[in-house]
């Protein structure tokens, strides 16, 4: 099993950290809003003893692959918040796919998972707040508000982040790059 807390909970939160390069993400056209997706609005009982004990656990994401569900989910914690990325196979038996002992930021689930599905998990992240903001403009507005108030050296996104955000036709300010879990750590 790999275990690991998963990328931060605010709008913006996931803006500090992974990426390629935004030319890429700009290739891609953006893909339409849906008026609504499955994430659903109760966090799942059998996912939870994949789950510390403690926290109020929020369900971010929700994405289905070969009969597996992953639920991507984050609590506040004294020392800040914590996500984790949980498989829930057909038998109900669930695992933890990224690791406690992390060097990297939760939000690099291409490290621990595949493209693919970090990418899916992402979409369904930046739904999710996009219709938590209200909306595609207030949520742009927002990311670029916070994107402002960054430490310039430490505003990055995951590879799986600009590529979704650029699915969403969400912009990325200049101010944040796009880096890879490699580029990461060789930052540290």
Not at 91 to 112: E, K, M, T
Request: aromatic share 12%; net charge positive.
């Amino acid at each position: 099993m790999r275990y690991q807390y998963w990328f931060y909970s605010s709008v913006i939160g996931a803006l500090i950290l992974t990426g390629l390069g935004i030319e890429f993400y700009k290739s891609s056209p953006p893909i339409a809003l849906p008026t609504h997706h499955s994430i659903p609005r109760t966090l799942p009982t059998e996912i939870r003893r994949c789950l510390p004990a403690q926290g109020s656990w929020k369900l971010q994401a929700k994405v289905t692959a070969s009969r597996i569900d992953y639920y991507a989910v984050g609590s506040h914690f004294p020392e800040g918040y914590r996500q984790f990325l949980i498989a829930l196979n057909s038998h109900s038996q669930c695992h933890s796919l990224l690791p406690d002992d992390r060097r990297l930021p939760d939000n690099f689930l291409s490290a621990y998972v595949s493209e693919a599905l970090a990418r899916q998990v992402m979409l369904q992240f930046y739904l999710s707040r996009i219709q938590q903001a209200g909306g595609k403009e207030v949520f742009q507005q927002q990311f670029w508000a916070k994107s402002r108030s960054l430490n310039t050296e430490k505003a990055y996104l995951s590879p799986e982040q600009g590529w979704a955000l650029g699915q969403l036709g969400i912009s990325i300010p200049k101010n944040i790059r796009v880096i890879s879990a490699t580029e990461y750590l060789k930052l540290l």
